[in-house]
């Protein structure tokens, strides 16, 4: 969920049988105290809680997988002090509310062999140990790495507050592995899941694949359920759609589609 006017929104997920969401923090932690606080009390208000918070940074170019690249995350020096204090506010936003998840694309993690590997490392290092203060933990969000080099990382990592956002439509659309495999590898690490789904494209890592309503495409749901069964996961699914112009509409297809893979 973006944006504000979280009424409204709240009666649209009701409209649809649901009662949990995510939220955008990036415009919560620059609206005025007493806006966001109407604006949280709005959603409570209307019977939805919150799973978890995610956040995006200024300057991200999703144009290209080449652009993302370059511009996503953590890695780009110039803009390491902006979006280390942009998480820091968004995981104070999220100590305030009481929700101890934030979720994120950290950028494209170099291999082990590659310099920034250790620049990474220590920035990832400094945040999970400044968020733990607050009792949040970083989610990784997958698809830009395939699921064994990220299990690598966060293995190199060692931050327990440092876990998955699993994503298996990121999985296909960046060309990062087949979805159902990578929640095999990734397993313990997976604090909270996307139901989304997508098309390969003809040129995997180099050209986006294609967003579709979740059963639709790649992503099988039966398979997808047992998947995450099979590793013990027992957090939320969120519902996550972000193409389209129909997103109400493709809610209720992946619903249906939940529904029926889990009869």
Known sequence: MRGAEMRDVATKLKSVG?????I???????MDAAKRSDELAALRDGGVSITAGMIGFPG???????????????????????????TLRAAELMREIGVPLLSTHVGFVPTSSAAEYATIIERLRELADQLATM??????????????????????LARKNVQVNFDPANMILYGAGDPIDAIRILGRHIRHVHV??????????????????????QV???RFLDALEAVGYTGPLIIEREAGDE??????????ALQHAAA
């Open 135 to 156: 009792n949040v933990t970083l989610l990784m969000e997958t698809g830009q790495e395939t699921a064994s080099e990220l299990l690598q990382f966060l293995n190199d």
């Open 60 to 86: 991200e170019d999703y144009s290209t997988i080449a652009m993302i690249r370059k511009t996503g995350g953590y890695l780009p020096d110039e803009q390491w002090p902006e979006r280390r204090d942009l």
């Open 196 to 217: 989304k789904d997508a098309i390969l494209s003809d040129q995997p890592r180099m050209k986006w694949g294609t967003e579709v309503p979740f059963g639709t495409g």
């Open 18 to 22: 649901l009662s949990h969401t995510q």
């Open 220 to 222: 099988r749901p039966r």
């Open 24 to 30: 955008a923090t990036a415009p919560l932690v620059t």
């Open 247 to 256: 997103r109400l509409r493709d809610i209720r297809v992946a619903i249906d």
